[in-house]
C-alpha cells in the first residue's frame, strides 16, 4: 500500500494472536522511505470504526523490560497496562515499534546502562553516547493507523510528544488518556527524568 511518494508501507502478514489478555489479531508491517526501512507488529482487537474512539497504544520496543522483565523502566508495566484497558474494552490497537532504547538500538542502550551506573541518568547516558535524549520517528504509526481508516482516536500514552507526532501525522487525539504504571524503589531516578527532562506527564504518579 502506497502512502506517498516519499513513504511506503506494506502488510506483510496478519494472523489470528490468541494472549493471556484475550483475543488479538496480530499483523506485520514495513515502512520504506529513501531514509530507511522501519518495521512494526501491530495488535488489534475488536471493530475499529465507530464509537466510542478506538484506544490507540504506541508502544517502543523494550526487550530488557518487556521480555526480560526490567525494574529499570516501567515499559513492560505500560505494555501490559495497555493490553488490559484494551481487552477491557473489546476494541483497539497497539503499535509495537521496534524503535529500541529510544531509538538508539539495544546494545548502545546497555551501554546507557553501564553509564546510569555510574550516575548519570537516562537522558545524560544517551548524549554521552552522542545521541539526542530521544531518537524515535512517529511517521509510522500513522500511516498505519490511517491503514486501518483511523482519524481520531484515545491515546493511551504520558508522553505529549506522541501526541503531537500524530496530530501531525493527520491523527486526531481526541483524548490522551494516561498510562501509570506504579513507581518502585528502581524506577524513581528513572521517572524523575522522564517528567523532568522529557516533559511526560506523570502528575498523576
Known amino acids: 500500500m502506497q502512502i506517498s511518494s516519499e513513504f511506503q508501507l506494506r502488510k506483510v502478514a496478519e494472523a489470528d494472536f490468541p494472549t493471556r489478555f484475550g483475543q488479538f489479531r496480530i499483523f506485520g508491517f514495513e515502512g520504506r522511505s529513501e531514509q530507511m ?7 488489534t482487537r475488536g471493530a475499529l470504526k465507530g464509537e466510542p474512539t478506538p484506544l490507540v497504544r504506541v508502544h ?30 473489546d476494541r483497539g490497537i497497539l503499535i509495537y515499534e521496534h524503535q529500541e532504547g529510544r531509538g538508539i538500538g539495544l546494545l548502545n542502550k546497555l551501554r546507557a546502562y553501564e553509564l546510569q551506573d555510574r550516575g548519570a541518568d537516562t537522558v545524560e547516558a544517551n548524549e554521552l553516547l552522542g545521541f539526542k535524549a530521544d531518537l524515535r520517528s512517529y511517521q509510522l504509526p500513522g500511516e498505519i493507523l490511517r491503514y486501518f481508516q483511523l482519524t481520531g482516536v484515545r491515546l493511551l500514552s504520558n508522553n505529549p510528544e506522541k501526541v503531537e507526532a500524530l496530530e501531525r501525522a493527520g491523527i486526531r487525539v481526541v483524548e490522551r488518556i494516561p498510562c501509570l504504571a506504579a513507581p518502585l524503589d528502581s524506577t524513581e531516578t528513572y521517572l524523575r527524568t522522564k517528567r523532568t527532562k522529557m516533559g511526560h506527564l506523570l502528575e498523576e504518579s
Open 37 to 43: 526501512v522501519e518495521e512494526a507488529v501491530v495488535l
Open 60 to 89: 517502543s520496543q523494550c526487550l530488557t523490560g518487556d521480555v526480560f522483565h526490567s525494574l529499570r523502566c516501567d515499559c513492560r508495566a505500560q505494555l501490559e497496562l495497555a493490553l488490559e484497558r484494551i481487552a477491557e474494552e
